[in-house]
């Protein structure tokens, strides 16, 4: 009998530890923290030269020479080409031999004048002839001004021949080179564009200006403190921050938007005259908000929740009004609130009101 009994516990003993309770899921979760976030807006924007010069010849010659390499920088002052001089350096001298043929001329009338008005009072002249030197002697002083005039002239057009940068920036291709005929109708010999500060200009629609000068009035800010941030086509962020500068006066009637401008440094010459960016303008002083990791979110037809420990270590759901996504987090908008344990991990094992054994990892508002 004894024997039978045992045998029978045995038997049973199995089926006691089936009927016990299974153990509870584990889950890791994060306590909510308020996180300093930027808010801003985007815009697609182009990267424009403070100064772009054409280089152009203002006098008719040959080219001597080519002084630069192209793709350099240059600084204004300096010498970009050199037109044949000679020509010019020979007006020069015929200018200064006309001038001094005029001052001579002059020097003989006022001597001329100077006897006509000793002779005039003995009668000796009569007073047509006294009149006539006076208008020859200022004839010859016109006819010095008029030299003079024409030397100044030959010598700027002799200054001329030097071709010489008026910015400092990146220089392009030459158009011309050593020995083709240029001039004034000869178009653009090489074009300067400056490098350090740059501009970016960019696109901002009514509805948005209005937007951001409610949020900045309700802040206390002012546009000019705005901080604009750019992304390059390689989806890389710029490491400089610009500031905004200038608003366009008017309002494009065609798209309703106003050019809005930033100025950026461009020290290394990253930026250049003409690409695309992606512009963002944000706010002098960050929010402090909620952010949720965005491997937590869920979502059903009523909107999106999330799963939430409790005091008791049981799951709750929790529905919230989710913002803007901040790389892999989302702005929580109502619905959670700080101190709040949020489910991150092991969340397809869970039910509402089951018992969970749940461990923490890092907050998200600790990353700061």
Known sequence: MRIRLAFLLMLLTPCIALAQAPPKPAVSFTTLALSPITAGLSFTGRVSAVARVDVRARVTGYLASVNFREGQDVKAGDLLFTIEPDSYEAQVEQRKADLAAAQAKAENATVQLARAAELLPRQTISQAVYDERQAQKRIAEAEVLQAQAALRQAEINLGYTRILASID??????????????????????????QDPIHVLFPVSQRQILAIRRRLEERGEKAEQGVVRLQLSDGSIY????????????????????????????????????QYVRVRVEGPNPDQVILVPQRSLLNDQA??????????????????????????????????????RVVVDGIQKIRPGMEVDAAEIPAVGSKG
Request: glycine fraction near 14%; charge should be negative; hydrophobic fraction near 40%.
């Open 303 to 340: 909107g999106s929740y999330v799963y939430v420990v409790g005091p008791d270590s049981k799951v709750q759901t929790r529905r919230l009004k989710a913002g803007p996504v901040q790389g892999p987090d989302v702005v929580v908008l109502e619905g959670l609130q700080v101190g709040d």
């Open 239 to 274: 490491d400089q921050t610009g500031t905004i500068n200038f608003g366009d006066v008017s309002v494009d009637r065609s798209t309703d938007t106003l050019t809005i401008r930033a100025v950026f440094p461009n020290t290394d010459r990253l930026l250049v005259d003409g």
């Open 169 to 194: 920036g990146r220089i392009g291709l030459s158009a011309f080179q050593v020995g083709a005929l240029v001039g004034p109708d000869a178009g653009a010999l090489a074009t300067i564009v400056s």
